[in-house]
């Protein structure tokens, strides 16, 4: 968390961030476009949605050079480190790696991608390829409700978050507590802080059954993501502090001004 904070000379207050919408038809022209005026408009971060990959209407090379394009012409004219979370979810581990590297050639800050999807080996190697060389790494948890939102089988989202942070990882969507992706909001509290914080004692009332010290195991920024506008703002603050991140995708480009 320090070290995002330091890479983009952000400190003491949440990052904000966008998801390009419509998330699927644009030319990687557009695309890009889109993310230039978002991020000029004062946002810290643009993101690719979860389906944006390698589609015949953009493919992944156009897009990544047009979003680095529009990064480098916002950071420019504000002054500001900016970022764009480059989706390098691929078909194969190989692939993903590939996209990475191409990410890094760019010299962009960060890419993102669909652990769920992926898989947690997948995820951990490119964890480690982003450490290794400087990139941040944002993680969405696509195909997560199949698992966890099933009341009478299947597996609970804080320990999906859990084992995200044991794999590696930089940012992960953690739901909003309002807006459309919602949980309860102790219970999303309490994985917010497994997900941050060194040390978490047992709190039944907020799902956590034990003790869990993570040691030095770096901590991961929650994402709240997903049908979220500008009136939500301050209950979000409330709720998540200052080291998160608050996406606002149509709640930003449906409202121009």
């Not at 003491?12 to 557009?30: D, F, H, Q, V």
């Not at 929650?222 to 995708?249: C, K, N, R, Y």
Request: glycine share 12%.
């Amino acid at each position: 968390i320090q070290v995002e904070r330091d890479k983009l000379n952000k400190y003491g207050r949440p990052l904000l961030g966008c998801t390009i919408k419509p998330k699927l038809g644009l030319s990687a022209k557009n695309y890009g476009r889109a993310v230039y005026e978002c991020l000029r408009g004062g946002l810290d971060f643009t993101k690719d949605d979860e389906n944006v990959n390698s589609q015949p209407f953009m493919r992944w090379r156009d897009r990544f050079l047009f979003c680095t394009e529009a990064l480098y012409k916002a950071q420019a004219e504000t002054g500001e480190i900016k970022g764009h979370y480059l989706n390098a979810t691929a078909g194969t581990c190989e692939e993903m790696i590939k996209r990475a590297v191409f990410a890094r050639e760019l010299g962009v800050p960060i890419v993102m991608h669909d652990y769920i999807t992926g898989g947690f080996t997948a995820n951990t190697s490119l964890a480690h390829y982003c450490r290794d060389n400087g990139l941040l790494l944002h993680i969405h948890r696509a195909m997560h409700a199949v698992i966890d939102r099933q009341k009478n089988h299947g597996m609970h989202f804080r320990v999906l978050a859990k084992a995200l942070r044991l794999s590696g990882g930089d940012h992960i969507h953690s739901g909003t507590v309002v807006g459309k992706l919602e949980g309860e909001r102790d219970i999303t509290l309490g994985f917010v802080d497994l997900l941050r914080d060194d040390f978490i004692e047992k709190d039944r009332s907020r799902g956590i059954y034990f003790t869990q010290d993570w040691v030095s195991l770096p901590g991961v920024i929650p994402v709240a993501s997903g049908g979220i506008h500008v009136w939500h703002m301050p209950a979000l603050t409330e709720i998540f502090g200052d080291d998160s991140v608050l996406q606002f995708g149509g709640g930003t480009l449906g409202h121009p001004w």
